[in-house]
C-alpha cells in the first residue's frame, strides 16, 4: 500500500489539515471572543489571544527549529519584507473576521465568505502576477466556471444557514431561578 509521501501528495495531506485548522478558526474564534464575557472588548481580547498563538506557533516553534538545523540568520530584505508583509496580511485578515463577528456576523456565514472569497482573489492576483500562456483568452471555461462556483458556493451558504436548535424547556418539577441543589451558597 502506498503511502501520501511515496507518492508525492504530502503537500495534499497538509493542505487539508490547513483546511481542518482553518475551518475550525472560525468557530473557535467566535467561541473565544463571546467566552470573554465582554460585548464591547471581546474581540480585541480575543485577536490579542490570537496574537499570543501567533507568537508561540510562529516564533517560537520556527526559531527553534531554525536553531536545531543550524540555519544561517541571513535574511534578504526582499524575502524578508514580503514575508512580513504576508503577515500582515494575515493578522489583518483574522482581525477582520473578528469584527465581523462584532458586527452582528454568524461563524458560518463569514468564514463561508472568507473561503469562498479567498480563492477567488488568489486565482486572479496569481493569473495577474503571472499571466497564463496565451494570454487571458486562453484560460479554460471551466475555471470561469470554478469562480462562479466559489461565490455561488459562499452565497448560498450565507442565505441559507439553519438557524440554531429552539432551547430545550426546563425538565418539570425543576427550579426556574436560584444555584442548582449542588452548589454550596456563598456567604
Known sequence: MMNASS??????????????????????????????????????????????????????????????????????????????????????????VLLAFGAKGQPAVVMAIVFAGAPAVNAILSLILHPPAGGWGRLPWQFFLGLLLAALGGCLVSLYKPGPAPARPAASGAAVSGPPAHTIPRV
Do not use: E
Open 7 to 96: 507518492n508525492g501528495m504530502t503537500w495534499l495531506m497538509f493542505a487539508l489539515a490547513t483546511a481542518l485548522c482553518w475551518g475550525l478558526y472560525g468557530i473557535a474564534l467566535h467561541a473565544g471572543q463571546v467566552a470573554m464575557g465582554d460585548p464591547v472588548n471581546g474581540r480585541y481580547k480575543a485577536f490579542l489571544c490570537v496574537g499570543l498563538a501567533y507568537f508561540l506557533t510562529a516564533v517560537l516553534a520556527p526559531l527553534g527549529l531554525l536553531l536545531a538545523k543550524g540555519a544561517t540568520w541571513a535574511y534578504p530584505a526582499k524575502g524578508f519584507g514580503i514575508s512580513l508583509f504576508a503577515g500582515v496580511l494575515g493578522a489583518l485578515g483574522a482581525f477582520g
